[in-house]
Protein backbone atom coordinates (compact mmCIF):
# COMPACT_ATOMS: atom_id res chain seq x y z
CA UNK A 1 0.00 0.00 0.00
CA UNK A 2 1.23 3.28 -1.01
CA UNK A 3 2.18 5.94 2.00
CA UNK A 4 1.78 9.45 1.49
CA UNK A 5 2.96 12.01 3.20
CA UNK A 6 1.12 15.51 3.20
CA UNK A 7 2.36 18.73 4.14
CA UNK A 8 0.41 22.21 4.60
CA UNK A 9 1.96 24.32 2.29
CA UNK A 10 2.25 28.07 1.18
CA UNK A 11 4.31 30.46 -1.17
CA UNK A 12 7.13 32.44 0.76
CA UNK A 13 9.86 30.92 -0.68
CA UNK A 14 12.88 32.00 -3.52
CA UNK A 15 14.40 28.82 -5.06
CA UNK A 16 17.29 27.74 -3.35
CA UNK A 17 18.98 24.34 -2.18
CA UNK A 18 18.87 23.85 1.46
CA UNK A 19 19.33 21.12 4.25
CA UNK A 20 17.33 20.24 7.38
CA UNK A 21 13.46 19.71 8.33
CA UNK A 22 10.62 21.89 6.53
CA UNK A 23 8.42 22.53 8.98
CA UNK A 24 6.64 25.48 6.80
CA UNK A 25 7.30 27.70 4.17
CA UNK A 26 10.18 29.69 4.69
CA UNK A 27 13.70 31.68 2.98
CA UNK A 28 15.93 29.02 1.14
CA UNK A 29 19.60 28.87 1.93
CA UNK A 30 22.72 28.10 -0.06
CA UNK A 31 23.65 24.43 0.06
CA UNK A 32 26.57 22.25 -1.45
CA UNK A 33 25.76 20.31 -4.26
CA UNK A 34 26.77 16.80 -4.52
CA UNK A 35 26.94 16.16 -8.18
CA UNK A 36 27.35 12.04 -7.20
CA UNK A 37 24.26 11.85 -5.41
CA UNK A 38 21.72 10.30 -6.71
CA UNK A 39 19.06 12.40 -8.16
CA UNK A 40 14.83 11.87 -8.05
CA UNK A 41 13.48 10.24 -10.94
CA UNK A 42 9.55 11.21 -11.19
CA UNK A 43 6.88 8.23 -11.66
CA UNK A 44 4.39 10.92 -12.49
CA UNK A 45 1.86 12.58 -10.71
CA UNK A 46 -2.20 13.44 -10.31
CA UNK A 47 -3.79 16.45 -9.26
CA UNK A 48 -7.10 17.66 -8.21
CA UNK A 49 -8.35 21.17 -7.78
CA UNK A 50 -6.08 21.74 -4.72
CA UNK A 51 -4.06 19.13 -4.67
CA UNK A 52 -0.86 18.03 -6.42
CA UNK A 53 0.20 14.12 -5.56
CA UNK A 54 3.75 12.85 -6.94
CA UNK A 55 5.54 9.48 -6.90
CA UNK A 56 9.25 8.93 -7.62
CA UNK A 57 11.50 6.07 -7.72
CA UNK A 58 12.92 4.06 -4.97
CA UNK A 59 16.92 5.38 -4.29
CA UNK A 60 19.71 3.30 -4.23
CA UNK A 61 22.20 5.36 -3.38
CA UNK A 62 22.32 4.70 0.66
CA UNK A 63 23.62 8.11 1.28
CA UNK A 64 20.39 9.67 0.47
CA UNK A 65 18.47 10.31 3.79
CA UNK A 66 15.26 12.52 1.91
CA UNK A 67 13.83 15.19 -0.81
CA UNK A 68 13.43 18.49 -1.08
CA UNK A 69 10.29 19.93 -3.09
CA UNK A 70 10.20 23.06 -4.88
CA UNK A 71 7.65 25.06 -6.43
CA UNK A 72 6.76 28.39 -7.95
CA UNK A 73 4.13 30.49 -7.45
CA UNK A 74 1.85 32.03 -10.23
CA UNK A 75 0.18 34.63 -8.15
CA UNK A 76 3.23 36.08 -7.47
CA UNK A 77 5.15 39.09 -8.20
CA UNK A 78 8.39 36.65 -9.12
CA UNK A 79 5.76 33.45 -11.05
CA UNK A 80 8.59 31.95 -12.05
CA UNK A 81 10.50 31.65 -9.14
CA UNK A 82 10.40 28.08 -7.36
CA UNK A 83 9.57 27.70 -3.78
CA UNK A 84 10.71 25.78 -0.80
CA UNK A 85 7.76 23.56 -0.44
CA UNK A 86 8.29 20.26 1.48
CA UNK A 87 10.73 17.95 3.26
CA UNK A 88 10.16 14.41 2.95
CA UNK A 89 12.98 13.54 5.30
CA UNK A 90 13.09 9.96 4.70
CA UNK A 91 14.52 7.91 1.85
CA UNK A 92 11.66 5.25 2.61
CA UNK A 93 8.82 7.98 1.23
CA UNK A 94 8.08 7.91 -1.70
CA UNK A 95 5.42 10.00 -2.32
CA UNK A 96 4.65 13.64 -1.87
CA UNK A 97 1.57 15.71 -1.91
CA UNK A 98 1.27 19.54 -2.16
CA UNK A 99 -2.07 20.96 -0.53
CA UNK A 100 -3.51 24.11 -0.95
CA UNK A 101 -3.02 25.21 -4.45
CA UNK A 102 -5.53 27.31 -6.73
CA UNK A 103 -7.67 25.81 -9.11
CA UNK A 104 -7.15 25.43 -12.94
CA UNK A 105 -3.67 26.78 -12.47
CA UNK A 106 0.37 25.94 -13.74
CA UNK A 107 2.47 25.09 -11.67
CA UNK A 108 6.49 24.45 -11.81
CA UNK A 109 8.10 21.61 -9.32
CA UNK A 110 11.43 20.35 -9.24
CA UNK A 111 12.96 17.91 -6.86
CA UNK A 112 16.29 17.58 -5.01
CA UNK A 113 17.48 14.61 -2.88
CA UNK A 114 20.38 15.39 -0.05
CA UNK A 115 22.58 13.53 2.07
CA UNK A 116 23.18 13.30 5.74
CA UNK A 117 25.46 16.54 5.34
CA UNK A 118 22.83 18.68 3.94
CA UNK A 119 24.30 18.52 0.41
CA UNK A 120 21.93 18.60 -2.22
CA UNK A 121 21.85 16.10 -6.12
CA UNK A 122 21.38 18.26 -8.70
CA UNK A 123 17.65 18.72 -8.73
CA UNK A 124 14.83 16.81 -11.00
CA UNK A 125 13.66 17.97 -14.37
CA UNK A 126 11.45 20.58 -13.81
CA UNK A 127 7.51 19.00 -13.56
CA UNK A 128 4.80 21.20 -14.82
CA UNK A 129 1.16 20.08 -13.32
CA UNK A 130 -2.28 21.54 -14.09
CA UNK A 131 -4.76 21.68 -11.51
CA UNK A 132 -8.10 20.88 -11.73
CA UNK A 133 -10.55 23.59 -12.71
CA UNK A 134 -13.70 24.41 -10.57
CA UNK A 135 -16.14 22.21 -10.68
CA UNK A 136 -19.51 23.84 -11.75
CA UNK A 137 -22.19 25.05 -9.96
CA UNK A 138 -25.42 23.43 -9.52
CA UNK A 139 -27.10 21.98 -12.99
CA UNK A 140 -30.17 24.40 -11.80
CA UNK A 141 -31.25 26.91 -9.92
CA UNK A 142 -34.58 29.07 -9.55
CA UNK A 143 -36.53 31.69 -7.33
CA UNK A 144 -40.09 31.12 -6.94
CA UNK A 145 -42.95 34.00 -7.66
CA UNK A 146 -42.47 37.14 -5.47
CA UNK A 147 -43.33 36.44 -1.75
CA UNK A 148 -44.08 38.53 1.40
CA UNK A 149 -40.88 39.39 2.74
CA UNK A 150 -39.79 36.54 1.62
CA UNK A 151 -38.20 34.39 -1.18
CA UNK A 152 -37.91 30.86 -1.96
CA UNK A 153 -35.40 28.98 -3.71
CA UNK A 154 -34.78 25.91 -5.26
CA UNK A 155 -32.54 24.05 -7.13
CA UNK A 156 -30.79 20.44 -8.51
CA UNK A 157 -28.53 18.69 -5.99
CA UNK A 158 -25.16 18.21 -6.33
CA UNK A 159 -23.96 15.08 -8.90
CA UNK A 160 -20.39 15.49 -7.92
CA UNK A 161 -20.21 13.41 -4.28
CA UNK A 162 -17.08 15.14 -3.27
CA UNK A 163 -19.75 18.25 -2.87
CA UNK A 164 -20.70 18.19 1.17
CA UNK A 165 -22.25 22.30 1.33
CA UNK A 166 -23.86 24.55 -0.53
CA UNK A 167 -23.27 28.59 -0.41
CA UNK A 168 -25.99 30.79 -1.04
CA UNK A 169 -25.22 34.71 -1.29
CA UNK A 170 -27.56 37.62 -1.92
CA UNK A 171 -27.54 41.34 -3.40
CA UNK A 172 -29.69 44.04 -2.80
CA UNK A 173 -31.26 46.76 -4.86
CA UNK A 174 -28.26 46.25 -6.98
CA UNK A 175 -25.57 46.51 -4.68
CA UNK A 176 -21.86 46.01 -6.08
CA UNK A 177 -21.23 43.38 -4.63
CA UNK A 178 -23.01 39.85 -3.14
CA UNK A 179 -22.98 38.71 0.75
CA UNK A 180 -22.95 35.38 2.00
CA UNK A 181 -26.40 34.49 3.90
CA UNK A 182 -26.16 30.83 4.57
CA UNK A 183 -23.83 27.76 4.15
CA UNK A 184 -26.53 24.30 3.80
CA UNK A 185 -24.67 21.17 4.85
CA UNK A 186 -25.28 18.06 3.24
CA UNK A 187 -25.27 17.85 -0.97
CA UNK A 188 -28.79 16.70 -1.19
CA UNK A 189 -30.06 19.99 0.14
CA UNK A 190 -32.06 21.40 -2.28
CA UNK A 191 -34.34 24.80 -0.81
CA UNK A 192 -33.71 27.57 0.99
CA UNK A 193 -36.20 30.42 2.00
CA UNK A 194 -34.71 33.50 2.85
CA UNK A 195 -37.16 35.83 5.18
CA UNK A 196 -37.21 39.05 7.06
CA UNK A 197 -36.78 40.40 3.73
CA UNK A 198 -37.91 44.20 2.49
CA UNK A 199 -41.03 44.90 0.64
CA UNK A 200 -41.34 45.52 -2.52
CA UNK A 201 -37.68 45.37 -2.76
CA UNK A 202 -35.20 43.49 -5.43
CA UNK A 203 -32.98 40.93 -4.48
CA UNK A 204 -30.68 38.98 -6.28
CA UNK A 205 -29.05 35.55 -5.77
CA UNK A 206 -26.37 33.06 -6.57
CA UNK A 207 -25.46 29.13 -5.17
CA UNK A 208 -21.80 27.79 -5.03
CA UNK A 209 -20.99 23.92 -4.04
CA UNK A 210 -18.60 23.35 -1.66
CA UNK A 211 -16.55 20.38 -1.26
CA UNK A 212 -14.91 18.61 1.28
CA UNK A 213 -11.81 20.64 0.69
CA UNK A 214 -13.87 23.50 1.27
CA UNK A 215 -13.19 24.46 -2.36
CA UNK A 216 -16.25 26.33 -3.85
CA UNK A 217 -17.38 25.72 -7.19
CA UNK A 218 -18.47 28.32 -9.74
CA UNK A 219 -21.02 30.94 -9.26
CA UNK A 220 -24.56 29.52 -10.39
CA UNK A 221 -26.45 31.87 -12.48
CA UNK A 222 -28.08 34.78 -10.48
CA UNK A 223 -31.53 34.56 -10.17
CA UNK A 224 -33.66 37.62 -9.14
CA UNK A 225 -36.82 38.08 -7.15
CA UNK A 226 -39.00 41.63 -6.33
CA UNK A 227 -40.90 40.95 -2.74
CA UNK A 228 -44.44 41.94 -2.83
CA UNK A 229 -45.04 45.50 -2.56
CA UNK A 230 -47.49 46.59 0.05
CA UNK A 231 -51.13 47.54 0.31
CA UNK A 232 -51.85 50.95 -1.79
CA UNK A 233 -53.03 53.42 0.79
CA UNK A 234 -56.79 54.05 1.11
CA UNK A 235 -58.78 56.39 -0.23
CA UNK A 236 -61.64 58.76 1.13
CA UNK A 237 -61.27 57.77 5.00
CA UNK A 238 -63.61 60.05 6.74
CA UNK A 239 -64.51 60.50 10.76
CA UNK A 240 -67.76 61.61 12.13
CA UNK A 241 -67.88 65.11 13.93
CA UNK A 242 -69.85 65.58 16.77
CA UNK A 243 -71.46 62.40 17.25
CA UNK A 244 -72.17 61.81 20.92
CA UNK A 245 -69.92 59.08 22.45
CA UNK A 246 -68.75 57.65 19.49
CA UNK A 247 -66.39 58.50 16.73
CA UNK A 248 -67.31 56.45 13.16
CA UNK A 249 -64.88 56.25 10.47
CA UNK A 250 -65.37 54.78 6.98
CA UNK A 251 -63.12 54.41 3.84
CA UNK A 252 -63.26 52.81 0.58
CA UNK A 253 -63.02 49.13 0.21
CA UNK A 254 -59.21 48.35 -1.39
CA UNK A 255 -59.52 45.49 -4.00
CA UNK A 256 -57.59 42.68 -3.00
CA UNK A 257 -57.02 43.47 0.60
CA UNK A 258 -58.37 40.68 3.16
CA UNK A 259 -58.77 43.00 5.96
CA UNK A 260 -58.04 46.31 7.25
CA UNK A 261 -56.28 48.03 10.48
CA UNK A 262 -57.48 51.17 12.33
CA UNK A 263 -54.72 53.26 13.93
CA UNK A 264 -55.55 56.25 16.45
CA UNK A 265 -53.46 59.41 17.92
CA UNK A 266 -54.03 62.95 19.72
CA UNK A 267 -52.52 64.81 17.25
CA UNK A 268 -52.01 64.97 13.37
CA UNK A 269 -48.39 64.38 13.09
CA UNK A 270 -48.69 62.25 16.80
CA UNK A 271 -47.90 58.69 17.63
CA UNK A 272 -50.37 56.22 16.53
CA UNK A 273 -51.34 53.15 18.06
CA UNK A 274 -53.32 50.28 16.41
CA UNK A 275 -56.86 50.37 18.29
CA UNK A 276 -58.44 47.97 15.79
CA UNK A 277 -57.24 44.82 13.31
CA UNK A 278 -59.06 42.22 11.16
CA UNK A 279 -62.01 44.68 9.90
CA UNK A 280 -63.22 43.21 7.41
CA UNK A 281 -65.84 46.07 6.85
CA UNK A 282 -65.08 49.33 5.44
CA UNK A 283 -66.34 51.30 8.69
CA UNK A 284 -65.70 51.64 12.57
CA UNK A 285 -67.32 53.12 15.56
CA UNK A 286 -65.56 53.76 18.09
CA UNK A 287 -67.19 54.03 21.68
CA UNK A 288 -65.92 57.44 23.23
CA UNK A 289 -66.86 58.33 26.89
CA UNK A 290 -65.24 61.55 26.69
CA UNK A 291 -67.50 64.97 25.10
CA UNK A 292 -65.59 66.73 22.97
CA UNK A 293 -62.67 64.53 22.43
CA UNK A 294 -60.82 65.04 19.36
CA UNK A 295 -59.27 61.90 17.69
CA UNK A 296 -56.69 61.67 14.60
CA UNK A 297 -57.61 58.15 12.46
CA UNK A 298 -55.24 56.38 10.01
CA UNK A 299 -57.05 53.34 8.02
CA UNK A 300 -54.44 50.77 6.45
CA UNK A 301 -55.58 47.59 4.89
CA UNK A 302 -53.88 44.00 5.49
CA UNK A 303 -52.80 41.78 2.48
CA UNK A 304 -53.86 38.20 2.34
CA UNK A 305 -50.69 37.95 3.00
CA UNK A 306 -50.27 39.52 6.23
CA UNK A 307 -48.33 42.10 4.53
CA UNK A 308 -49.76 45.74 5.64
CA UNK A 309 -50.11 49.05 3.77
CA UNK A 310 -47.43 51.71 5.35
CA UNK A 311 -48.64 53.38 8.11
CA UNK A 312 -46.59 56.79 7.17
CA UNK A 313 -48.20 57.63 4.60
CA UNK A 314 -51.76 56.62 4.93
CA UNK A 315 -54.07 59.38 5.55
CA UNK A 316 -54.32 60.98 8.54
CA UNK A 317 -58.40 61.98 9.26
CA UNK A 318 -59.59 63.93 12.07
CA UNK A 319 -62.58 62.69 14.13
CA UNK A 320 -64.81 64.18 17.27
CA UNK A 321 -67.35 63.40 19.96
CA UNK A 322 -70.18 66.04 20.71
CA UNK A 323 -69.51 68.66 22.83
CA UNK A 324 -70.55 68.70 26.39
CA UNK A 325 -73.46 71.57 26.59
CA UNK A 326 -72.58 74.79 28.26
CA UNK A 327 -72.70 75.18 31.59
CA UNK A 328 -75.89 76.50 33.80
CA UNK A 329 -74.67 80.11 35.36
CA UNK A 330 -75.75 82.44 38.02
CA UNK A 331 -76.45 80.50 40.81
CA UNK A 332 -78.13 81.53 43.69
CA UNK A 333 -79.17 80.49 47.23
CA UNK A 334 -81.51 82.10 48.89
CA UNK A 335 -82.14 80.55 53.03
CA UNK A 336 -84.94 80.79 54.51
CA UNK A 337 -85.13 78.80 58.68
CA UNK A 338 -84.17 75.45 57.41
CA UNK A 339 -84.33 75.69 54.07
CA UNK A 340 -82.52 77.09 50.51
CA UNK A 341 -83.98 78.31 47.57
CA UNK A 342 -81.65 77.58 44.35
CA UNK A 343 -81.77 79.20 41.55
CA UNK A 344 -79.92 79.72 38.23
CA UNK A 345 -79.65 80.55 34.04
CA UNK A 346 -79.95 78.31 31.34
CA UNK A 347 -77.44 78.58 28.71
CA UNK A 348 -78.19 76.11 26.66
CA UNK A 349 -81.17 74.49 24.47
CA UNK A 350 -79.77 71.00 24.60
CA UNK A 351 -80.37 70.87 28.30
CA UNK A 352 -83.12 68.79 29.27
CA UNK A 353 -83.11 68.55 32.79
CA UNK A 354 -80.53 69.40 35.46
CA UNK A 355 -78.46 67.83 38.21
CA UNK A 356 -77.98 69.52 41.87
CA UNK A 357 -75.12 68.11 43.83
CA UNK A 358 -75.00 69.35 47.35
CA UNK A 359 -71.86 68.68 49.62
CA UNK A 360 -72.10 68.57 53.60
CA UNK A 361 -69.27 69.56 56.00
CA UNK A 362 -69.05 66.92 58.65
CA UNK A 363 -66.31 67.56 60.61
CA UNK A 364 -62.80 69.01 59.69
CA UNK A 365 -61.54 66.20 57.50
CA UNK A 366 -65.18 64.91 56.44
CA UNK A 367 -67.88 65.55 54.04
CA UNK A 368 -70.70 63.95 52.58
CA UNK A 369 -72.17 64.39 49.05
CA UNK A 370 -75.62 64.17 47.87
CA UNK A 371 -77.23 64.33 44.25
CA UNK A 372 -80.46 65.23 42.84
CA UNK A 373 -81.42 64.29 39.59
CA UNK A 374 -83.70 65.03 37.15
CA UNK A 375 -84.50 68.88 38.06
CA UNK A 376 -86.93 69.78 34.97
CA UNK A 377 -86.68 73.82 36.43
CA UNK A 378 -84.36 76.34 37.17
CA UNK A 379 -85.02 75.91 40.51
CA UNK A 380 -84.88 73.63 43.56
CA UNK A 381 -85.34 73.69 46.77
CA UNK A 382 -84.16 72.37 50.18
CA UNK A 383 -85.49 71.69 53.48
CA UNK A 384 -83.41 69.47 55.03
CA UNK A 385 -80.86 71.84 56.42
CA UNK A 386 -79.45 71.43 59.37
CA UNK A 387 -78.40 73.63 61.73
CA UNK A 388 -74.05 74.62 62.97
CA UNK A 389 -73.93 73.14 59.28
CA UNK A 390 -72.27 74.24 56.16
CA UNK A 391 -73.27 73.47 52.75
CA UNK A 392 -72.03 73.86 48.91
CA UNK A 393 -74.30 73.78 45.93
CA UNK A 394 -73.52 73.79 42.32
CA UNK A 395 -75.39 72.38 39.18
CA UNK A 396 -74.80 70.69 35.48
CA UNK A 397 -77.07 70.64 32.81
CA UNK A 398 -77.81 67.37 31.18
CA UNK A 399 -78.60 66.49 27.80
CA UNK A 400 -80.56 64.50 25.27
CA UNK A 401 -77.48 62.16 25.14
CA UNK A 402 -76.62 61.92 29.13
CA UNK A 403 -74.04 64.36 28.44
CA UNK A 404 -73.26 66.84 31.54
CA UNK A 405 -72.15 70.10 31.33
CA UNK A 406 -69.56 71.70 33.38
CA UNK A 407 -70.62 72.47 36.59
CA UNK A 408 -72.08 75.97 37.31
CA UNK A 409 -70.78 78.36 40.19
CA UNK A 410 -70.88 77.08 43.67
CA UNK A 411 -72.63 78.65 46.49
CA UNK A 412 -72.23 78.39 50.18
CA UNK A 413 -74.69 78.20 52.72
CA UNK A 414 -74.55 77.58 56.39
CA UNK A 415 -77.52 77.61 59.05
CA UNK A 416 -76.72 78.78 62.47
CA UNK A 417 -78.27 77.46 65.61
CA UNK A 418 -80.83 79.30 67.52
CA UNK A 419 -78.99 81.33 70.42
Not at 195 to 221: G, M, P
Not at 322 to 338: F, I, Q, S
Request: aromatic share 8%; with cysteine.
Amino acid sequence: MRHYFKTILSVTSVLLLISGCNTGPKAAKPAKVDKSLERVSINGYISTMTEAAFEWKSFEDKNVVGVMVYRNDPHSKTPNKLLEVGNVNTPLQTHFVDHNLKPQTNYHYRFASYNIRNEQAIASKQVDVLTKPLINSVSFFAATDALARSAKLIWRPHTDKSVVAYRLERRKNGDESFKKIAVLKGRLNAEYIDQDLDDNTRYEYRIFALTHHDVLSKASNSVAVITKAPPAPIQHVKASQAKASTITVTWDRLKNAQSYALYRATKADGRYSRIATDLRKSSYKEQVKDAGRTYYYKVIAISPDGLEGELKSAMAVQGSTLDAPKAPTNLVARVENASVQLTWKANDPRIKHYRVIKTTKKGLFSSETKTFDNISKKLMIDSSLQPDTSYQFYVVGIDKHNIASQPSNIVKVQIKGKK
